[in-house]
Protein backbone atom coordinates (compact mmCIF):
# COMPACT_ATOMS: atom_id res chain seq x y z
CA UNK A 1 0.00 0.00 0.00
CA UNK A 2 1.92 2.83 -1.35
CA UNK A 3 -0.42 5.61 0.38
CA UNK A 4 0.54 9.17 -0.82
CA UNK A 5 2.79 9.64 -3.32
CA UNK A 6 4.35 12.86 -3.93
CA UNK A 7 6.46 13.53 -6.85
CA UNK A 8 9.72 14.82 -7.24
CA UNK A 9 11.23 15.24 -4.48
CA UNK A 10 13.63 17.71 -5.17
CA UNK A 11 12.98 20.39 -7.37
CA UNK A 12 15.20 24.11 -8.79
CA UNK A 13 13.15 26.37 -10.86
CA UNK A 14 14.37 29.92 -12.39
CA UNK A 15 11.77 32.57 -11.38
CA UNK A 16 9.12 32.11 -14.27
CA UNK A 17 9.10 29.19 -14.54
CA UNK A 18 6.18 26.65 -14.84
CA UNK A 19 5.92 23.27 -13.29
CA UNK A 20 3.50 21.12 -11.69
CA UNK A 21 3.66 19.29 -8.04
CA UNK A 22 2.04 16.10 -8.61
CA UNK A 23 0.40 14.30 -5.66
CA UNK A 24 -1.49 9.99 -6.33
CA UNK A 25 -3.24 8.33 -3.33
CA UNK A 26 -4.61 5.14 -3.18
CA UNK A 27 -6.60 4.73 -0.27
CA UNK A 28 -9.79 6.09 -2.28
CA UNK A 29 -9.82 8.97 -0.15
CA UNK A 30 -12.06 11.89 -1.09
CA UNK A 31 -10.39 14.73 0.56
CA UNK A 32 -7.24 16.14 -0.57
CA UNK A 33 -5.16 19.24 0.07
CA UNK A 34 -1.50 20.51 -0.54
CA UNK A 35 0.56 22.62 2.05
CA UNK A 36 3.59 24.57 2.24
CA UNK A 37 5.63 24.54 4.83
CA UNK A 38 8.14 27.48 5.36
CA UNK A 39 10.34 27.81 8.70
CA UNK A 40 8.87 29.18 11.75
CA UNK A 41 5.86 29.43 10.07
CA UNK A 42 4.28 25.49 10.54
CA UNK A 43 2.25 24.64 7.65
CA UNK A 44 0.10 26.17 5.44
CA UNK A 45 -2.62 25.57 3.91
CA UNK A 46 -2.81 26.07 -0.21
CA UNK A 47 -5.90 24.59 -2.09
CA UNK A 48 -7.95 21.58 -0.90
CA UNK A 49 -10.68 19.21 -2.99
CA UNK A 50 -13.27 17.24 -1.16
CA UNK A 51 -13.73 14.99 -4.31
CA UNK A 52 -12.98 15.04 -8.11
CA UNK A 53 -14.16 18.01 -9.78
CA UNK A 54 -14.31 19.92 -6.36
CA UNK A 55 -11.47 22.07 -5.05
CA UNK A 56 -11.24 25.33 -3.05
CA UNK A 57 -8.67 27.70 -1.72
CA UNK A 58 -6.82 27.72 1.36
CA UNK A 59 -5.26 30.02 3.31
CA UNK A 60 -2.50 30.78 0.87
CA UNK A 61 -3.81 30.36 -2.43
CA UNK A 62 -1.97 32.78 -4.18
CA UNK A 63 0.55 31.87 -7.27
CA UNK A 64 -0.91 28.15 -7.39
CA UNK A 65 -3.72 26.35 -9.12
CA UNK A 66 -5.07 22.61 -8.98
CA UNK A 67 -7.51 20.71 -10.53
CA UNK A 68 -8.88 17.17 -9.38
CA UNK A 69 -10.40 14.26 -12.43
CA UNK A 70 -9.82 11.85 -10.48
CA UNK A 71 -9.80 10.65 -6.66
CA UNK A 72 -6.70 9.50 -7.09
CA UNK A 73 -4.49 12.78 -8.13
CA UNK A 74 -4.98 15.96 -7.19
CA UNK A 75 -1.79 17.96 -9.31
CA UNK A 76 -0.36 21.52 -8.02
CA UNK A 77 0.84 23.95 -10.50
CA UNK A 78 2.74 26.74 -10.23
CA UNK A 79 2.19 29.37 -12.75
CA UNK A 80 4.93 31.48 -12.83
CA UNK A 81 7.47 30.81 -10.19
CA UNK A 82 8.70 33.32 -7.84
CA UNK A 83 11.56 33.16 -5.24
CA UNK A 84 8.34 33.33 -1.93
CA UNK A 85 7.29 30.29 -3.37
CA UNK A 86 10.78 28.61 -2.28
CA UNK A 87 9.55 25.66 0.36
CA UNK A 88 8.56 22.51 1.19
CA UNK A 89 5.29 21.37 -0.09
CA UNK A 90 3.28 18.45 1.23
CA UNK A 91 -0.06 16.79 -0.05
CA UNK A 92 -2.36 15.28 2.62
CA UNK A 93 -5.31 12.76 2.34
CA UNK A 94 -7.60 11.58 4.19
CA UNK A 95 -10.70 9.78 4.26
CA UNK A 96 -14.45 10.24 4.66
CA UNK A 97 -15.76 7.07 6.11
CA UNK A 98 -15.58 6.12 10.20
CA UNK A 99 -15.13 8.51 12.84
CA UNK A 100 -12.74 10.65 15.37
CA UNK A 101 -9.07 9.28 14.25
CA UNK A 102 -10.40 6.67 11.71
CA UNK A 103 -11.53 9.72 9.57
CA UNK A 104 -10.09 12.54 10.63
CA UNK A 105 -6.29 11.59 10.77
CA UNK A 106 -4.69 13.04 7.85
CA UNK A 107 -1.99 10.59 5.21
CA UNK A 108 0.93 13.08 4.18
CA UNK A 109 3.34 12.61 1.17
CA UNK A 110 7.04 12.65 1.63
CA UNK A 111 6.80 15.87 0.22
CA UNK A 112 8.52 18.24 -2.35
CA UNK A 113 11.70 20.70 -1.84
CA UNK A 114 11.21 23.66 -3.97
CA UNK A 115 13.93 26.38 -4.84
CA UNK A 116 12.99 29.34 -7.03
CA UNK A 117 15.96 31.17 -7.96
CA UNK B 1 -11.76 31.50 12.53
CA UNK B 2 -9.80 29.00 14.04
CA UNK B 3 -6.69 29.68 15.26
CA UNK B 4 -3.93 27.09 16.70
CA UNK B 5 -0.99 28.69 18.96
CA UNK B 6 1.90 26.80 19.94
CA UNK B 7 4.38 29.35 22.43
CA UNK B 8 7.08 27.39 22.75
CA UNK B 9 9.72 27.44 19.49
CA UNK B 10 12.24 24.57 21.30
CA UNK B 11 12.44 22.78 24.88
CA UNK B 12 14.95 20.19 26.11
CA UNK B 13 14.10 17.40 28.02
CA UNK B 14 16.30 14.37 29.62
CA UNK B 15 15.82 10.80 28.43
CA UNK B 16 13.38 8.59 30.40
CA UNK B 17 11.50 12.38 31.85
CA UNK B 18 7.98 13.57 30.56
CA UNK B 19 7.51 16.48 28.93
CA UNK B 20 4.44 18.39 27.97
CA UNK B 21 4.13 20.51 24.69
CA UNK B 22 1.63 23.67 24.79
CA UNK B 23 -1.00 23.95 22.63
CA UNK B 24 -3.87 26.44 22.64
CA UNK B 25 -6.95 26.99 20.16
CA UNK B 26 -9.19 29.38 19.36
CA UNK B 27 -12.41 28.31 17.87
CA UNK B 28 -16.02 29.22 18.19
CA UNK B 29 -17.48 26.33 16.35
CA UNK B 30 -18.77 23.59 19.81
CA UNK B 31 -17.70 20.75 17.66
CA UNK B 32 -13.88 19.99 16.32
CA UNK B 33 -11.07 18.08 16.52
CA UNK B 34 -7.62 18.60 18.09
CA UNK B 35 -4.39 16.75 16.58
CA UNK B 36 -0.55 16.32 16.97
CA UNK B 37 1.99 15.19 14.41
CA UNK B 38 5.45 14.53 15.31
CA UNK B 39 8.31 15.83 12.26
CA UNK B 40 11.34 14.32 12.77
CA UNK B 41 14.79 15.48 10.75
CA UNK B 42 13.91 13.64 7.56
CA UNK B 43 11.19 15.01 7.28
CA UNK B 44 7.65 13.09 7.31
CA UNK B 45 4.59 13.99 9.12
CA UNK B 46 3.38 11.58 11.13
CA UNK B 47 -0.01 11.59 12.89
CA UNK B 48 0.29 10.96 16.48
CA UNK B 49 -3.43 11.41 18.49
CA UNK B 50 -6.36 13.10 18.00
CA UNK B 51 -8.94 14.27 20.63
CA UNK B 52 -12.43 15.28 19.60
CA UNK B 53 -14.54 17.79 21.21
CA UNK B 54 -17.10 15.95 22.67
CA UNK B 55 -14.93 13.10 23.71
CA UNK B 56 -15.78 12.25 27.68
CA UNK B 57 -12.05 10.71 27.70
CA UNK B 58 -8.83 12.84 27.51
CA UNK B 59 -6.93 10.82 24.11
CA UNK B 60 -4.15 8.09 24.51
CA UNK B 61 -1.88 6.48 22.52
CA UNK B 62 1.10 4.47 23.77
CA UNK B 63 3.52 6.81 25.52
CA UNK B 64 1.86 10.24 23.78
CA UNK B 65 -1.69 11.42 25.66
CA UNK B 66 -3.59 14.60 25.03
CA UNK B 67 -4.36 16.46 28.31
CA UNK B 68 -7.25 18.71 26.60
CA UNK B 69 -8.64 21.31 28.98
CA UNK B 70 -12.20 22.34 27.13
CA UNK B 71 -12.36 25.56 29.40
CA UNK B 72 -9.21 26.97 28.79
CA UNK B 73 -9.13 25.94 25.18
CA UNK B 74 -6.05 23.90 25.79
CA UNK B 75 -4.33 20.54 23.81
CA UNK B 76 -1.37 19.83 25.37
CA UNK B 77 0.62 16.82 24.10
CA UNK B 78 2.33 14.72 26.73
CA UNK B 79 4.97 12.18 26.45
CA UNK B 80 5.78 9.78 28.94
CA UNK B 81 9.16 7.99 29.40
CA UNK B 82 11.38 9.95 26.35
CA UNK B 83 13.61 8.67 24.10
CA UNK B 84 16.12 9.84 21.85
CA UNK B 85 14.26 9.12 18.63
CA UNK B 86 11.65 11.52 20.10
CA UNK B 87 13.98 14.00 19.13
CA UNK B 88 11.48 15.98 16.41
CA UNK B 89 9.17 18.98 15.62
CA UNK B 90 6.23 18.81 16.89
CA UNK B 91 2.94 20.15 15.26
CA UNK B 92 -1.02 20.62 16.91
CA UNK B 93 -3.52 21.36 14.46
CA UNK B 94 -7.58 21.70 14.50
CA UNK B 95 -10.07 21.35 12.33
CA UNK B 96 -13.43 22.68 12.67
CA UNK B 97 -16.27 20.11 12.04
CA UNK B 98 -19.61 21.90 12.27
CA UNK B 99 -21.11 23.14 8.74
CA UNK B 100 -18.80 20.89 6.79
CA UNK B 101 -15.37 22.94 7.09
CA UNK B 102 -12.50 20.93 5.86
CA UNK B 103 -9.81 23.12 6.62
CA UNK B 104 -6.85 21.94 8.98
CA UNK B 105 -5.24 24.31 10.49
CA UNK B 106 -1.43 23.92 11.64
CA UNK B 107 0.63 25.72 14.70
CA UNK B 108 3.87 27.07 14.24
CA UNK B 109 5.49 24.34 15.80
CA UNK B 110 7.71 23.16 18.87
CA UNK B 111 11.36 21.29 18.51
CA UNK B 112 12.17 18.85 20.83
CA UNK B 113 15.40 17.97 21.75
CA UNK B 114 15.75 14.64 24.24
CA UNK B 115 19.14 14.53 25.76
CA UNK B 116 21.07 11.40 26.54
Known amino acids: NAGVTQTPKFQVLKTGQSMTLQCAQDMNHEYMSWYRQDPGMGLRLIHY???????DQGEVPNGYNVSRSTTEDFPLRLLSAAPSQTSVYFCASRGSTGSGATNEKLFFGSGTQLSVL | AQKITQTQPGMFVQEKEAVTLDCTYD???????LFWYKQPSSGEMIFLIY??????QNATEGRYSLNFQKARKSANLVISASQLGDSAMYFC?????????????FGTGTKLQVIP
Open chain 2, 93 to 105: AMRELGGGYQKVT
Open chain 1, 49 to 55: SVGAGIT
Open chain 2, 51 to 56: QGSYDQ
Open chain 2, 27 to 33: TSDPSYG
